[in-house]
């Protein structure tokens, strides 16, 4: 029996897919204990800057 003498930490991942307009997002996600913005804000934040840099690039 091998025991592991190190710590770890264990995160629960969480995956999510959105399909927004012809765009398909998938979203790799763990929880930290002092985030300052909750999931829904952080995917909507990152999709507005997409959305940004597309219309920068036209």
């Known amino acids: 029996m091998v025991m592991n003498t190190k710590k770890q930490k264990t995160q629960l991942l969480i995956?999510?897919?959105?399909?927004?307009?012809?765009s398909t997002y998938i979203v790799k996600a763990?929880?930290?204990?002092?985030?300052?913005?909750?999931?829904?804000?952080?995917?909507?934040?990152?999709?507005?800057?997409?959305l940004k840099k597309e219309r920068i690039k036209r």
């Open 15 to 22: 995956v999510r897919k959105y399909l927004i307009g012809d």
């Open 30 to 50: 763990t929880v930290k204990k002092h985030a300052t913005e909750d999931a829904v804000c952080k995917i909507r934040r990152l999709i507005l800057n997409d």
